[in-house]
Every structure is written in structure tokens, then in C-alpha cells.
């Protein structure tokens, strides 16, 4: 058992139904990074949401780190203790590449990765099968993370954090055709997609500082895709609030601003009303991307 003091919870929705004896209908979704952890509960029979935590991870340097905090929010949290039907986990870094699948051969596969990332000796690639645009994403688990999980859940599966957001936008907005930017804001990182219709014309990911940052991105999008700003639609998703520096230099240069709503497809709790529809959309559709 890790020591230590207690890890507060930063945001707790839980509903009062719940009970521990239906954990087995359950599915886990666990979301995981260097600055945060957060897990949901969906009961699997009725698609019906019923939990969702946060965690603020500070002073964390690594994935050694991490794995002690998480055991000690594990510990502590009697709902990550139980047996569930399944569990996914959404590993949430920059380091992804996507490879068409004509391209892509599994032992080669660290080797695709190696172009564009820095890997350790002992790393090794994992990838996940995109089947809306037809690309394998290459990714590393770190080995820290992996015997944390393996521990207390011996059945769970990865997922990268830019499959679920690629699948996500392209399950719920396949029907539209007009050319569509989708951006989804974390604490310290961002991704960016760019879709024409069903195509995939642009994805990538950046860690920022500010705002200001991710409005440079986003331009920078737009100048290399002949996009022009004053017209160009971009749906927002994520953990990020109206009154915030981000979406006020974002609004700055971009008109057409929306946010995601939840999916459609799943039911959830009247809890979930205490939390903007935007939030969380990576984890409220990992199951989506693991079913």
C-alpha cells in the first residue's frame, strides 16, 4: 500500500442509486496523464452514465510518480476497487503517430513511431485501429502505468487519447460536410482536427502555456489549410470555460464558435447536469471507442 496523504478530489458527481453490488454491468473508463486522473462509470445494460470523478494531480515529474498517486486515489476511492465488466484506459501524452493502414506493419512499428518521437530503448509501440479514417495509431504505454493497472485491473485495454478524440468527432459529426475545425483542451495540451466532410485533413497536438498559444495554432492551421478565420467553424470540447483567457483570445480571431455536447447515444444521470456539456468528452466516449 502506497502512503501517503490523501488526494483530494477536485470535481465528484456520483449518483446517490449507485450501488457496489451492480459493479460487474459496469464498465470502468479511467483517463490518465501526468496532471490528472478521471474515471466514469457506465452502467453497460441501460447506457446510463452514473459517476464521474476528477483528480488534480500536482508536483507529479513522472510516470513513476503517477503510478504511486494513482495507487493512493485507488486506495482511497472504494468505486476503483471493484470488479468491473470491463475497463479502458485512455493514456493521455503527445506521443502518437498515425500511419495509413497500407503503410503500417506491426514489427515495424516502433520504427514508424521513432520518426517523429523520441522513445527509450525499452519502450514499446502499441497502436489502436482507427477504423473512420482507416490509420493505425502508434503510441507508448509507459511501463510505470502498465504494472499500476495490471494490478488491480488484469483485463483492461489501452487507448490513446488522440484515437478517442478522432473517433469521437467522427461518429458524432458524420453528418456534416461543411469543413469543420475541432479542437479538445486540456490543462497544459490541445489537439486540433480539421475535417472536410468525413475526410481527415489535418490532426495534431500541442502542449501550451496560454491562449495565446492555442489561438497561434489554430491560425497556423488555417494559413497552411487555405482556411480563412472569419468563416471557418470550430467546435470546442474539453475543460475549458467561456470566461477563460483561452476562449477569449480564441473568440478574438475565430467567429463561429460552438461547443460539443455529449453523445447522444448514452443516457446520463441528473448529476451530470451539475457539469458543462463540453466537459469530459474524451472519457464520456472512450467506452464508444472500446465497444
Same mark, same amino acid.
Given at each position: 500500500?502506497?502512503?501517503?496523504?490523501?488526494?483530494?478530489? *477536485?470535481?465528484?458527481?456520483?449518483?446517490?442509486?449507485?450501488?457496489?453490488?451492480?459493479?460487474?454491468?459496469?464498465?470502468?473508463?479511467?483517463? $490518465?496523464?501526468?496532471?490528472?486522473?478521471? !474515471?466514469?462509470?457506465?452502467?453497460?445494460?441501460?447506457?446510463?452514465?452514473?459517476?464521474?470523478?476528477?483528480?488534480?494531480?500536482?508536483?507529479?515529474?513522472?510516470?513513476? /510518480?503517477?503510478?504511486?498517486?494513482?495507487?493512493?486515489?485507488?486506495?482511497?476511492? %472504494?468505486?476503483?476497487?471493484?470488479?468491473?465488466?470491463?475497463?479502458?484506459?485512455?493514456?493521455?501524452?503527445?506521443?502518437?503517430?498515425?500511419?495509413?493502414?497500407?503503410?503500417?506493419?506491426?514489427?515495424?512499428?516502433? %520504427?514508424?513511431?521513432?520518426?517523429?518521437?523520441?522513445?527509450?530503448?525499452? /519502450?514499446? /509501440?502499441?497502436?489502436?485501429?482507427?477504423?473512420?479514417?482507416?490509420?493505425?495509431?502508434?503510441?507508448?504505454?509507459?511501463?510505470?502505468?502498465?504494472?499500476?493497472?495490471?494490478?488491480?485491473?488484469?483485463?483492461?485495454?489501452?487507448? +490513446?487519447?488522440? *484515437?478517442?478524440?478522432?473517433?469521437?468527432?467522427?461518429?458524432?459529426?458524420?453528418?456534416?460536410?461543411? *469543413?469543420?475545425?475541432?479542437?479538445? $483542451?486540456?490543462?497544459?495540451? !490541445?489537439?486540433?482536427?480539421?475535417?472536410?466532410?468525413?475526410?481527415?485533413?489535418?490532426?495534431?497536438?500541442?502542449?501550451?502555456?496560454?491562449?495565446?498559444?492555442?489561438?497561434?495554432?489554430?491560425? !497556423?492551421?488555417?494559413?497552411?489549410?487555405?482556411?480563412?478565420?472569419?468563416?471557418?467553424?470550430?467546435?470546442?470540447?474539453? %475543460?475549458?470555460?467561456?470566461?477563460? /483567457?483561452?476562449?477569449?483570445?480564441? +473568440?478574438?480571431?475565430?467567429?463561429?464558435?460552438?461547443?460539443?455536447?455529449?453523445?447522444?447515444?448514452?443516457?446520463?444521470?441528473?448529476?451530470?447536469?451539475?457539469?458543462?456539456?463540453?466537459? !469530459?468528452?474524451?472519457?464520456?466516449?472512450?467506452?464508444?471507442?472500446?465497444?
Amino acid at each position: 500500500m502506497v502512503i501517503g496523504s490523501n488526494i483530494k478530489a *477536485t470535481l465528484s458527481h456520483i449518483d446517490p442509486h449507485l450501488t457496489l453490488n451492480d459493479s460487474a454491468s459496469f464498465h470502468l473508463s479511467i483517463q $490518465v496523464s501526468l496532471d490528472g486522473f478521471s !474515471f466514469a462509470l457506465l452502467n453497460v445494460k441501460d447506457q446510463k452514465y452514473a459517476a464521474i470523478q476528477f483528480y488534480d494531480i500536482q508536483e507529479c515529474h513522472n510516470f513513476s /510518480e503517477l503510478g504511486e498517486k494513482i495507487e493512493q486515489i485507488i486506495a482511497q476511492q %472504494e468505486l476503483l476497487q471493484q470488479h468491473y465488466s470491463t475497463v479502458t484506459i485512455c493514456i493521455c501524452n503527445s506521443i502518437n503517430t498515425l500511419t495509413p493502414k497500407d503503410l503500417y506493419k506491426k514489427k515495424y512499428g516502433k %520504427e514508424l513511431l521513432g520518426f517523429n518521437q523520441i522513445l527509450l530503448q525499452n /519502450e514499446d /509501440e502499441s497502436s489502436d485501429w482507427l477504423k473512420s479514417i482507416e490509420c493505425f495509431n502508434s503510441y507508448v504505454i509507459p511501463k510505470e502505468l502498465q504494472r499500476c493497472f495490471d494490478k488491480y485491473y488484469p483485463n483492461h485495454s489501452w487507448k +490513446h487519447q488522440s *484515437t478517442v478524440f478522432i473517433e469521437s468527432v467522427m461518429q458524432h459529426y458524420k453528418l456534416n460536410e461543411e *469543413t469543420t475545425i475541432y479542437i479538445s $483542451v486540456q490543462n497544459a495540451y !490541445f489537439q486540433l482536427i480539421v475535417l472536410e466532410g468525413r475526410k481527415l485533413k489535418f490532426f495534431n497536438g500541442y502542449d501550451y502555456r496560454s491562449g495565446e498559444d492555442i489561438i497561434y495554432y489554430i491560425l !497556423f492551421a488555417c494559413e497552411q489549410l487555405n482556411l480563412n478565420p472569419d468563416q471557418i467553424p470550430i467546435v470546442i470540447a474539453g %475543460e475549458i470555460e467561456m470566461n477563460s /483567457e483561452a476562449y477569449k483570445f480564441i +473568440h478574438r480571431y475565430i467567429r463561429n464558435i460552438s461547443f460539443t455536447n455529449r453523445n447522444p447515444n448514452y443516457i446520463y444521470s441528473f448529476v451530470f447536469d451539475k457539469i458543462p456539456s463540453h466537459y !469530459f468528452y474524451q472519457l464520456l466516449n472512450l467506452h464508444l471507442c472500446a465497444s
